[in-house]
C-alpha cells in the first residue's frame, strides 16, 4: 500500500492507494471517524459491483451500515437529490457522530462530500474512488459541489474527508471510456508540473498505483499551500475553463475527461498562437492525448463557447484566471478581462479544423 499525507489547513488526512484495500473499509472508517454508524453513497452502476463488499467490510468491523444508492451521471449532483440525501439521514436519524462513505467516482464523492459538509453543519465522510478520475483529483483537497440547471459546481464547499481509500482493484472494472477520461486528469499532472511524468505517459512505462500516487502527491502539496483555491491551486484548472464549456455545451454528452483533453490542448494551441508556449510542447501535449484516445478539438464556435465561459464562476472582480502552459511541467496563471478571454478562446479554436 502506498500512503499519501494531506496536510490540509482545515484538515489532515491519508490517501491510501493499493490493490484489495475495500476489504479493510470498515476498520479503516471505524480507525479515522470513530463513528458506530455510516450511510454508504454509491451510483447504480458502482453499487452493484463494489457495495457488497463494502457494506459487508463496514458491517464486519462492527458498524451499523446503511446505504442510498443514485443514478449513474452528473444529473445526479442536483438540489433534488441532495435533498433526498438528507431526508434519508434525517429519517435515520443520523447525527453528527455518524458519517458518510462516498463509493464510486467524482459525481458520488462531490454529492456525499457536499451532504457530509452541510447536514447538521458537517458530518465526517470517507471517500472510495472507484475510477481514476476520483482516484487522482476529485477524491482528494475537499472540493465538494452540485449542479445547478445554468451551469456546473455553482454550489459547493471546501470540506475534507477523513480518509481516501483508493483500491486500484476497483479500476480493473471501467469502461475504456471512463479510464481514458481520467487518463486527462493524469496528463494534466503532468504538463502542469512533471515532466519526468510526462515522459514515463509517454513511453507508457508505470504502473497505475505509481501514477495514482504521484499525482495525489502534487495534488496534496498544492492543497497544503492553498486548500480553497486562492492561489497555486488554480493551477489544477489547466484546461478546465475551456474544457467546462465544453462540457456544459455537450449538455454533459462528453465525459468532464474529454472536455478537459480538449481544454487542454485548446489552451496549448492558443498559448502557441499568443507566444507563451513553443510549437513542439504543444504537439507533445496533442500526441500524449491522443494516444491516450481523447479527443483534442470541439465543433462548437467560438460565440456559443464564449457565452458559456462568461458565467464561469471563477469570475472575480471581473477577471478570470486562465491556466496557461509556458512548457511540459510548468504553468502559469493569467488574471484576464472578458475580452482578453476572447482572444484566447479565438486563438484555441483556431485551426481547429486542421
Ligand atoms: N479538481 C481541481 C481541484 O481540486 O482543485
Request: glycine share 12%; with cysteine; hydrophobic share 40%.
Amino acid at each position: 500500500m502506498r500512503t499519501v499525507q494531506v496536510q490540509a489547513p482545515s484538515a489532515d488526512y491519508e490517501v491510501r492507494i493499493g490493490a484489495g484495500l475495500l476489504a479493510g473499509l470498515g476498520p479503516a472508517v471505524r480507525e479515522v471517524t470513530g463513528a458506530r454508524r455510516c450511510m454508504l453513497v454509491s451510483g447504480e452502476n458502482v453499487f452493484p459491483l463494489y457495495g457488497g463488499a463494502a457494506l459487508e467490510s463496514l458491517r464486519a468491523a462492527g458498524l451499523q451500515a446503511e446505504f442510498a444508492v443514485f443514478p449513474a451521471g452528473e444529473g445526479t449532483k442536483s438540489l433534488a437529490t441532495y435533498g433526498d440525501l438528507l431526508e434519508r439521514l434525517t429519517g435515520a436519524r443520523f447525527t453528527r457522530g455518524d458519517c458518510l462513505v462516498a463509493l464510486g467516482g467524482g459525481v458520488t464523492g462531490d454529492l456525499t462530500g457536499f451532504t457530509a459538509a452541510t447536514y447538521q453543519r458537517g458530518v465526517p465522510y470517507v471517500q472510495v474512488p472507484t475510477t481514476l478520475l476520483s482516484a487522482v483529483d476529485a477524491s482528494v483537497g475537499g472540493k465538494t459541489a452540485l449542479n445547478l440547471p445554468a451551469a456546473k459546481n455553482q454550489v459547493g464547499a471546501f470540506y475534507q474527508p477523513s480518509l481516501v481509500l483508493c483500491d486500484t482493484d476497483t479500476l480493473a472494472t471501467l469502461p475504456d471510456r471512463e479510464l481514458r477520461s481520467g487518463m486527462a486528469e493524469v496528463i494534466k499532472y503532468a504538463v502542469l508540473g512533471d515532466a519526468d511524468l510526462f515522459d514515463t505517459l509517454m513511453c507508457g512505462c508505470y504502473s497505475m498505483e505509481e501514477v495514482i500516487e504521484i499525482c495525489v502527491r502534487m495534488k496534496a502539496g498544492i492543497v497544503a499551500e492553498d486548500e480553497t483555491d486562492r492561489g497555486r491551486r488554480r493551477l489544477l484548472n489547466l484546461g478546465h475553463t475551456f474544457g467546462h464549456a465544453v462540457e456544459s455545451k455537450s449538455a454533459y454528452r462528453l465525459t468532464h475527461g474529454e472536455c478537459v483533453a480538449i481544454g487542454m490542448a485548446m489552451i496549448c494551441r492558443a498559448a502557441v498562437r499568443l507566444g507563451r508556449l513553443d510549437a513542439a510542447s504543444e504537439k507533445a501535449v496533442s500526441e500524449l492525448l491522443e494516444r491516450a484516445g481523447l479527443p483534442t478539438r470541439t465543433d462548437f464556435g467560438q460565440e456559443e463557447l464564449f457565452e458559456t465561459l462568461l458565467l464561469d464562476k471563477k469570475f472575480d472582480s471581473g477577471k478570470l484566471h486562465l491556466v496557461v502552459p509556458r512548457a511540459v511541467g510548468w504553468c502559469e496563471t493569467l488574471a484576464v478581462t472578458p475580452e482578453e478571454l476572447r482572444r484566447w478562446l479565438e486563438a484555441g479554436l483556431d485551426g481547429n479544423e486542421v
